[in-house]
């Protein structure tokens, strides 16, 4: 049988931009949601570990003062992750700038003079 009813290609068009629309915001939900999973993991894991990580890294007779050196480095971190994420609008930028951030970083790690 043949179908004479008239069909609009304007509402299958429509519809076409429609899933992709939102295929587009599943896909950004769920890019959005596993960074922050990553990112929250690995917060939790710094603070499990901030112990150890004062100790060996900011050595003091007093305990207290190398956890609170250690919380100190982690704070930074935070600060520096919303500030970067208000100067940046793009996502090349954002992207290159966290880049930049975290290799000068590493890079001030290893020249810093040692005790």
């Not at 250690?70 to 971190?77: C, D, L, N, T, W």
């Not at 793009?90 to 951030?101: D, E, F, I, P, Y």
């Amino acid at each position: 049988m043949v179908d004479n009813t008239p069909h609009s290609t304007e509402s299958s068009m429509s519809d076409t931009a429609t899933r992709e629309e939102l295929l587009g915001r599943r896909r950004a939900f769920l890019g959005a949601i596993t960074g922050h999973l990553i990112e929250w993991y690995d917060y939790g894991v710094y603070g499990f570990l901030a112990i150890y990580i004062g100790q060996l890294f900011f050595a003091s007779e007093n305990p207290a003062v190398s956890l609170l050196s250690s919380f100190a480095v982690f704070a930074s971190e935070l600060f520096c992750s919303a500030t970067g994420g208000a100067c940046f609008s793009g996502r090349s930028r954002t992207a290159l700038g966290a880049s930049a951030r975290s290799s000068s970083c590493c890079c001030l790690w290893r020249v810093r003079p040692l005790q």
